[in-house]
Nanobody, 125 residues
């Protein structure tokens, strides 16, 4: 089993930056495909970014809506996943979830086995 705990969310003005962190425990996740999803109020949970395992060179894939603004990274030694978010927009507001145990660089919720509880990101205009 893998436990995931997100942190780093908060309130930020449009144009600002935040860095989200996801701490994994239970086993090493360095070779897991991992991802970030987000869910805005009243909307479905949507894919944000994914990263392959260390053995796959840490390839990344980002949703079109965040390309050029967000970056996903990982630290295999620390069992951590990160999401650097720059040039934030009000439409980036939502609860951000960390996911592990992915199959392919999947963009669907069902592509991942483990989920954190989420961290709230609010971007004011």
């Amino acid at each position: 089993q893998v436990q995931l705990v997100e942190s780093g969310g908060g309130l930020v003005q449009a144009g600002g930056s935040l860095r989200l962190s996801c701490a994994a425990s239970g086993r090493t996740i360095s070779n897991d495909i991992m991802a970030w999803f987000r869910q805005a109020p009243g909307k479905e949970r949507e894919f944000v970014a994914a990263i392959s395992g260390v053995w796959s060179s840490g390839n990344t894939f980002l949703a079109d809506s965040v390309k050029g603004r967000f970056a996903i990274s990982r630290d295999g030694m620390k069992n951590m996943l990160y999401l650097q978010m720059d040039s934030l927009k009000p439409e980036d507001t939502g609860v951000y979830y960390c996911a592990a145990g992915g199959r392919g660089l999947g963009t669907r919720k069902n592509d991942y086995d483990y989920w954190g509880q989420g961290t709230q990101v609010t971007v004011s205009s």
